[in-house]
């Protein structure tokens, strides 16, 4: 078939890369193939392969002049498609159901551009230029990787890109630029042809290339010896190269270039880029660039994330959630150092495959290595890439350079297991010898009375008894709580001291507005958290006042909330003895170094804090207001239940409840915030730095979308996480007057919760 035209012109330049071709070569960028695809100039805009197995078209654009959200982001008038390309302002695709070319731009998506004499071929590939498209011959169904090509323009001021050299060559790859492409031909080699080709500076280069991609007047390539990258063509695209990084896959830009490594599969760019504005820590499964823009698939979870250039923040700009195709389907299997992406990894039972037939399969570049803070636990294999994990479990040798731990390191590690070993043995046999004691001594014990309470010491079997320390001359007098009686314990100071071995610093848990927190093992066992008053607290509360507070503390019994165990007034100190609540704070899992939370945790967690001050606030008497609600305050027991914490011994006695109770509701809108974002309160980094100042305009222009914590992977179903974003938005009403209740809030958060998310 030979190369068709729309418009006549001058003859054309052809320049031949003579490159031996050895693998299959992946051409991505300006112009070429994928399964996320960018238009360029003012009006340019981004496409994408959903990852619904239907392979369906989601769009989007820089600012609010497009503005898309979950339930509109798929263009209805256009049809699937297999691949994608971008070119000025208008993108290209290969429809998957026939094979056929489709062109459109963001004004009317619904009207092919593709001229009649071609909008009928089948094409199993198509590369937009900035003016023209060119496309090989053949079915996308089909096994055979070679064909003929076609070529159109989409204005008339361009030289045709006939050459009757080209007409009888056969490739199996192409890209395009501006007033040229460049395609991998059957005989092995790159042939360039277009009015422009020329400027591209490339006849004296040699060498082998297993990736291309293609700008506005620039080439990179990627050695398929080295890996590393190789440019052609306008010194004001390309910049500073980068040297000793190899590649698995390239995007041009206006003036930019972006590569995915091939190690952990992080994205690195040069020419005219702010390099601050790379995410670090996520590696891509692929990526296309614009003027303005990069935006990228991320592997762990297939959520779209795209980051500025020429130092222009995107912070009014963000991609749809929809979770979108990491590569492009294709009918062949996968060669050497690649995997077949499973889509059992999304989690949805009834998505087998990503792509519409069921014979295709996207083949994905293995990783070798994994970003900073993680080690590869696995290898790659033939349907899934190597598994990264944090280093803090890196447990032996294998991941110890790798994580930049030193072999002292790595025995300090085994010695720390082996000190846990040490200490559950030697727990077991002193708690053999504590039953064999106890048992030997049982006939042998005697009652003695205090004016405290009755104890029983035991005589031991060994013939000494234990002499108990000697008791304070002046005690003060006890506390004592008739509401209490049964369910508050009151604990001796001595006893609550060797518990936490002598309030030492080793055994602090935190610090708060009260005193002290301290982590305490109790004669019998129990883990609990004793709360230490500090001198400024003991001042300005009296034992009166210590009673009083105690009297509404010890009624305060729910399953949100960290319940009171117990007491401690002796030689002037104030203790208040708590559950333990083993998986520390909301805080360190969203901002510090425990775990990060998934969202089906999130949004639970959300309704039992909601549920605890309900409770606080409706069914204690008199009620509870908090005052100080925020993440660092909510506390994750052993199931991982959400406890309130440190609403401090305050009741609402004398007070405006009613406002107080609109403070608690409205700082609970903030924890909501934090958990929908994943930023702290206040973090300089951003601009404005406060979360609310930051996230509610966005919210109240319905760009509720741009707030998500990407950080973390997002369920496919992400309608109940913009509902809880409506939620912080109601809760954060400037008007007092014009916020929900508790009651309302938990209510809302329950339907959410049933709801559910579809993972």
Not at 45 to 72: E, L, Y
Not at 442 to 468: A, H, L, M, S
Not at 553 to 558: G, N
Not at 640 to 649: K, M
Request: proline share 5%; with cysteine; net charge negative.
């Amino acid at each position: 078939m030979v190369i068709q035209r729309c418009l006549s012109g001058s003859v054309i330049t052809i320049t031949v890369f003579l490159l031996l071709v050895v693998l299959p070569v992946n051409v991505l960028g300006y112009g070429s193939l994928g399964p996320i695809a960018a238009a360029f100039g003012e009006n340019g805009f981004f496409c994408a392969i959903d990852a619904g197995g239907k392979q369906q078209i989601i769009c989007w654009v820089k600012g609010d002049n497009f503005s898309v959200s979950t339930s509109t982001a798929y263009f209805s008038s256009l049809p699937a498609m297999a691949s994608l390309s971008g070119g000025e302002e208008f993108i290209c695709g290969i429809t998957s159901n026939n094979s056929q070319a489709f062109c459109f731009n963001i004004s009317n998506p619904g009207k092919n551009l593709v001229p009649n004499s071609f909008k009928y071929n089948s094409y199993s590939q198509i590369a937009s230029g900035k003016y023209h498209a060119c496309a090989i011959k053949g079915s996308y169904f089909s096994s055979v990787e070679y064909g003929n090509v076609d070529c159109w323009e989409f204005q008339t001021s361009l030289d045709s890109f006939h050459n009757s050299y080209i007409d009888s060559l056969v490739f199996r790859r192409i890209a395009s630029g501006d007033g040229f492409s460049c395609g991998v031909i059957k005989e092995g080699g790159v042939v360039c042809w277009g009015p422009r080709s020329a400027n591209l500076g490339v006849s004296a280069i040699s060498g082998e290339f297993e990736i291309l991609a293609s700008g506005r007047g620039s080439i990179c390539g990627v050695s398929n010896v080295s890996s590393e990258v190789e440019c052609w063509g306008d010194s004001n695209e390309l910049g500073s190269l980068p040297v000793g990084t190899r590649f698995v896959g390239l995007s041009a830009g206006a003036s930019h270039f972006c590569g995915v490594r091939e190690d952990n599969h992080e994205v690195e760019c040069w020419g005219n880029i702010v390099p601050d504005m790379i995410p670090k820590g996520s590696g891509f499964t692929s990526i296309a660039s614009s003027d303005y823009a990069t935006c990228g698939v991320r592997e762990v979870d297939l959520v779209l994330d795209c980051w500025g250039v020429h130092g222009k923040s995107l912070k009014d700009y963000s991609p749809p959630l929809q979770l979108c195709s990491p590569g492009v389907c294709w009918p062949s299997s996968c060669g050497h150092g690649k995997f077949a992406f499973n889509a059992s990894l999304l989690k949805e039972p009834e998505l087998t495959n990503l792509c519409v037939r069921q014979d295709s399969k996207i083949c994905l570049p293995c990783g070798t290595n994994c970003s900073k803070g993680f080690f590869p636990s696995s290898t790659c294999s033939e349907n899934a890439d190597r598994i990264c994990t944090a280093c803090s479990l890196c447990q032996n040798s294998s991941c110890w350079d790798v994580c930049g731990l030193h072999s002292s390191s790595g025995i300090e590690l085994q010695e720390r297991e082996i000190r846990k070993l040490v200490i559950i043995i030697g727990s077991s046999v002193l708690g053999s010898m504590l039953i064999l004691i106890v048992w030997c001594c049982i006939p042998r014990n005697f009652k003695t009375k205090d004016d405290r309470n009755i104890k029983y010491q035991p005589g031991f079997c060994i013939g000494k008894k234990v002499v108990e320390a000697e008791p304070d001359p002046n005690p003060e007098p006890p506390i004592s709580i008739s509401m209490c009686i049964g369910e508050t314990q009151v604990f001796r100071l001595s006893e609550l001291k060797d518990a936490t071995h002598g309030f030492k610093e080793f055994s602090e848990l935190g610090r708060g507005s009260f005193g002290f927190v301290y982590k305490a093992i109790l004669t019998d066992g129990r883990q609990v958290a004793v709360k230490r008053a500090n001198a400024a607290t003991i001042i300005h509360t009296n034992s009166r006042e210590f009673e009083t507070e105690l009297e509404i503390l010890c009624t305060v019994r729910h399953g949100n909330i960290v319940n009171l165990l117990g007491y401690c007034a002796e030689m002037g100190e104030r203790l208040l003895v708590y559950e333990y609540m083993p998986h520390g704070t909301l805080h360190d899992h969203l901002h510090g170094e425990l775990s990060p939370l998934d969202w089906n945790l999130r949004l639970k967690l959300s309704l039992q804090a909601a549920r605890g001050l309900e409770y606080l606030h409706n069914e204690v008497t008199p009620p509870i207001v908090h005052r100080d609600v925020k993440t660092s305050n909510i506390l994750l027991d052993s199931e991982w239940v959400a406890r309130i914490a440190d609403f401090g011994i305050v009741s609402a006695n004398d007070r405006d409840v009613n406002g107080d109770v609109e403070t608690d509701v409205y700082n609970f809108g903030i924890v909501l915030l934090e958990m929908l974002t994943g930023r702290k309160t206040y973090d300089r980094d951003y601009e404005p730095p406060g979360i609310v100042e930051w996230a509610l305009p966005l919210m109240s222009r319905g760009r509720a979308a741009a707030i998500i914590d990407r950080n973390v992977p997002l369920p496919r179903n992400v309608e109940p996480l913009l509902k809880l974003a409506d939620v912080a938005k109601l809760t954060l009403r400037e008007n007092p007057g014009e916020r929900p209740s508790m009651s309302n809030v938990a209510t809302l958060l329950d339907q959410i919760v049933k709801i559910g998310l579809i993972f």
